[in-house]
């Protein structure tokens, strides 16, 4: 029978080195045993993470939750033809294992993805990939156990939907669902190179004075990588830190004729090109900068390493000052290549105001001439750090001066309550965070349709160079998902207005509400933290008023409960913290607020 280890230390189980415990842990080598594992407690009423060789994951914090790893074993060839040799290897077999199982047998097609450190399952997560190659080239059928069906599936190469550093697996609702059991790969007995046609194996032949064997191939493969990364053996990290950015061609020869004449850029489908985040990192000047124990490789400034001491949150901060200063000298975004691992969300609180702010202009009453810091309310807006994801609820007209407090380095989405002014008047002021992507905002169908009258200039067929760039997703009052994040909208009523709360893992955001139908108020059920509005003690057509948000704030039964979207009548943060019972506070502009997910 598997054993469920308690807090169990899995720094071994990743290559950054970072000191990360589990809450709980095991192991299993079979389906049987996983099968056994998954009607386990501590399966059942976990967040559960799957992990192989933690080559490419960083903890930011201890995991709440299951750690889960295969020790399924074993590589047999199975079929074979002239042409194919088929070969299955199960997931807990290290992927360099592998690779020199295949050149003992003279078996080509992963040489020159010789020396990349994890397990065979995550190959076909991440869709591994270097020198010219990747993992889909090879990947005939991926047998995964589903933990929905508790049964084993398996999917064809086509099922996988491979992409760059990506697959069906990653997907929204389906990540995190199936464990990979086993890979089976087609592998060609010729024994002749699958690419030679990247980099420095374009020269391999002319240096050799012959055609290279996969053997020579992989080994020149494995000496260049071992001068340019570090060894995780010696130096923590997770390779390369960030995705090579896909730009417009317009934004490349802006770089190009900028000063940049040397820009490396491959080509990648119609009106795109592919830049190296490597180079761009180095001409930001960030090789060899350090934050706490994390430091960019002078060696290659793409990966992020341990040079001693370094904790997750140092790593976090040192890839948010690349973000930035890439940002800066290129205008364009780099996304992380690596999983952030956590289990708790960070809130913090941008504004709490009502739709005039507060002070508000012209007023001198005592809450508006108040020197408490935390009466000064700008407009309602959280941004909500979880799942290596950032997410804005509700760029208001004051997002730029939110961003600009907190040294912003980057948004993944935006989520929208609805299209009140005080609630969207900073759309514009998202435009340095579009760079070279379109920023992906989720919205109700109205508020889409409100947005595109109010802000068509950025909805053109051919828009002015420079606005903001958006991908607008119109949901509809289902749970939809961000990067595999469950988010559930809650439907409130703004006076006769229907507008969206949200709700991600045990958060919730409800602002601008006056009525929330009992249907919906399940949604809010099991809470560990609500933002709720409660404007002031009048009663409003289109607020709650304080006794309606304490009404409901009993009712719901958080947690924790905090009050936004305050106006001056509210009162001062202090006048109201007395007021306010147990397990209740006024929110403030600036306060982080953490919650379980
Ligand atoms: C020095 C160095 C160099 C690197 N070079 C490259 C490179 O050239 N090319 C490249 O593509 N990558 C590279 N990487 C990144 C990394 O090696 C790959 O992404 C690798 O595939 C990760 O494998 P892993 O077993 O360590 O997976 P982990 O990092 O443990 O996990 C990665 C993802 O796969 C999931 N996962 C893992 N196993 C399973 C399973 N059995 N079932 C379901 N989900 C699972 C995890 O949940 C996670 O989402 C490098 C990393 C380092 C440290």
Redesign the pocket.
């Given at each position: 029978m598997v054993e469920i280890i308690e807090n169990k230390d899995i720094t071994s189980f990743t290559?950054f080195g970072i000191p990360v415990k589990a809450r709980y842990f095991a192991e299993y080598s079979s389906e049987r045993e996983l099968l056994a594992l998954s009607r386990k407690e501590e399966f059942l009423n976990n967040e559960v993470?799957?992990?192989?060789?933690?080559?490419?994951?960083l903890f930011l914090e201890d995991f709440g939750g299951l750690v889960l790893h295969?020790a399924i074993k074993g590589i047999k060839e199975y079929r074979k033809d002239d042409e194919t040799v088929y070969a299955i290897a199960g997931?807990g077999e290290k992927?360099t294992d592998f690779v020199d199982w295949c050149l003992e047998r003279n078996l080509a097609g992963v040489e020159n993805l010789a020396h990349?450190?994890?397990?065979v399952?995550?190959?076909a997560?991440?869709n591994?990939?270097?020198y010219g190659v990747e993992a889909k080239d090879v990947i005939h059928v991926v047998e995964c156990f589903d933990t929905q069906t508790r049964k084993t599936v398996r999917f064809s190469n086509e099922e996988c939907r491979f992409g760059y550093?990506d697959s069906m697996?990653k997907k929204d609702d389906v990540r995190g669902r199936?464990?990979?059991l086993r890979v089976s790969f087609r592998l060609r007995p010729d024994g002749i190179p699958m690419s030679l046609d990247y980099g420095p194996l374009k020269s391999l032949k002319e240096r050799l004075g012959k055609y290279p064997t996969i053997q020579e191939v992989a080994r020149e493969v494995t000496n260049i990588r071992k001068s340019k990364?570090?060894e995780?053996s010696e130096t923590g990290?997770?390779?390369?830190f960030f995705k090579n950015p896909v730009v417009p061609v317009h934004f490349y020869k802006k770089i190009k004729n900028g000063g940049f004449g040397d820009v490396p850029a491959y080509p990648a489908g119609e009106g795109v090109v592919k830049l190296s985040a490597a180079w761009l990192i180095d001409k930001a000047g960030m090789k060899g900068v350090r934050f706490g124990g994390a430091m960019v490789y002078d060696r290659q400034p793409l990966v992020i390493v341990n040079a001693g001491g370094a904790s997750g949150r140092d790593v976090k901060e040192l890839s948010d000052e690349i973000i930035r200063r890439v940002r800066t000298k290129f205008y364009i975004t780099l996304k992380p290549e690596v999983?952030f691992i956590d289990t708790g969300i960070k809130i913090t609180v941008l504004g709490t105001g009502g739709s005039k702010g507060t002070p508000e202009l012209g007023c001198e009453c005592h809450v508006c001439t108040s020197d408490d810091i935390r009466d000064k309310r700008l407009r309602s807006s959280v941004l909500v750090e979880t799942a290596g994801l950032r997410l804005l609820i509700d760029p208001s007209p004051d997002f730029r001066q939110q961003a600009l407090n907190l040294r912003l380095a980057d948004i993944d989405a935006v989520l929208v309550t609805h299209s009140h002014y005080d609630h969207v008047g900073g759309f514009d002021d998202l435009r340095p965070f579009c760079g070279n992507e379109n920023m992906p905002i989720y919205l109700r169908a109205d508020v889409n349709a409100d947005l595109h009258r109010r802000l068509d200039y950025c909805f053109r067929e051919h828009p002015y160079p420079g606005v903001p760039t958006f991908k607008m997703n119109v949901i509809d009052n289902k749970p939809f998902y961000i990067n595999g994040l469950k988010i559930v909208p809650v439907e409130v009523m703004h006076g006769k207005l229907p507008i969206y709360g949200y709700r991600i893992g045990k958060f919730a955001y409800i602002t601008d509400a006056s009525h929330i139908s009992e249907e919906e108020k399940e949604k809010l059920e099991n809470l560990d933290v609500l933002i709720i509005n409660s404007l002031r003690d009048k009663p409003h057509f289109a607020h709650f008023s304080f006794d309606q948000a304490m009404d409901m704030i009993r009712d719901l039964s958080p947690n924790r409960a905090y009050l936004t979207h305050l106006c001056h009548e509210a009162g001062c943060h202090a006048e109201l913290e007395s007021r306010v019972p147990a397990g209740v506070s006024p929110a403030y502009d600036g306060q982080i607020i953490l919650s379980t997910r």
């Open positions: 290559t993470l799957h992990i192989g060789g933690g080559s490419n994951l295969s997931a992927w990349i450190p994890g397990e399952g995550a190959s997560i991440q591994v990939g270097a550093r697996f199936y464990y990979v990364l570090p995780p990290s997770a390779g390369s999983n």
